[in-house]
T-cell receptor
């Protein structure tokens, strides 16, 4: 598959569950991002990774834990979430030195 | 940090007419300004972008203008078509590590404009 892929596409979890979101990019990029898209807010940057190193954490609560094992894969580990964390979580990638970011289809997360 | 304001939140135009969406940003260090189109249930797609060393850029029916002094930029869509109906987001980014850049930068987005093309 080409471009940026995300799994699962939909996830329903309870507040005490632990789950992980996965993102994979097939574009040869070396920077990856997590964004949160809520109904009444703009897309919010959560984390930035450059060459597998986290370079930005946009004041995200510790119940969200990112992991970037290599330049092609990005995970978001979730635990003890709140209902207000329900949102669309989007992954994006880019080439360091180039500005264009390409988004995955997102994971629709519902916390019950 | 950077703050991006986008107006209007909803825009309805007749098919064939032009549409203009405006954004302002707060941080004069921002140097990259993309526009994304998001159709219902789909991912945001980059449609056009502009860098701070350019005042205007055009790609067929869409164009973007940038006024660095006033810190605002606009998206212009001419001869609108039904398939232009979507939510449009503007964004801005500040180079990592100062003006020399060298890193990947997160984007700060506006709240989006729901563009409706009336047949």
């Amino acid at each position: 598959e080409t471009g940026v892929t995300q799994t699962p596409r939909h996830l329903v979890m309870g507040m005490t569950n632990k789950k992980s979101l996965k993102c994979e990019q097939h574009l040869g990029h070396n920077a990856m991002y997590w964004y949160k898209q809520s109904a009444k807010k703009p897309l919010e940057l959560m984390f930035v990774y450059n060459f597998k190193e986290q370079t930005e954490n946009n004041s995200v609560p510790s119940r969200f834990s990112p992991e970037c094992p290599n330049s092609s894969h990005l995970f978001l580990h979730l635990h003890t979430l709140q209902p207000e964390d329900s949102a669309l979580y989007l992954c994006a990638s880019s080439q360091v030195g180039r500005d264009e970011q390409y988004f995955g289809p997102g994971t629709r997360l519902t916390v019950t | 940090g950077e703050n991006v304001e986008q107006h209007p939140s909803t825009l309805s135009v007749q098919e064939g007419d032009s549409a203009v969406i405006k954004c302002t940003y707060s941080d004069s260090a921002s140097n990259y300004f993309p526009w994304y189109k998001q159709e219902l249930g789909k991912r945001p797609q980059l449609i056009i972008d502009i860098r701070s060393n350019v005042g205007e850029k055009k790609d067929q029916r869409i164009a973007v203008t940038l006024n660095k002094t006033a810190k605002h930029f606009s998206l212009h869509i001419t001869e609108t078509q039904p398939e232009d109906s979507a939510v449009y987001f503007c964004a801005a980014s500040i180079p990592v590590g100062g003006s020399s850049g060298g890193g990947a930068d997160g984007l700060t987005f506006g709240k989006g404009t729901h563009l409706i093309i009336q047949p």
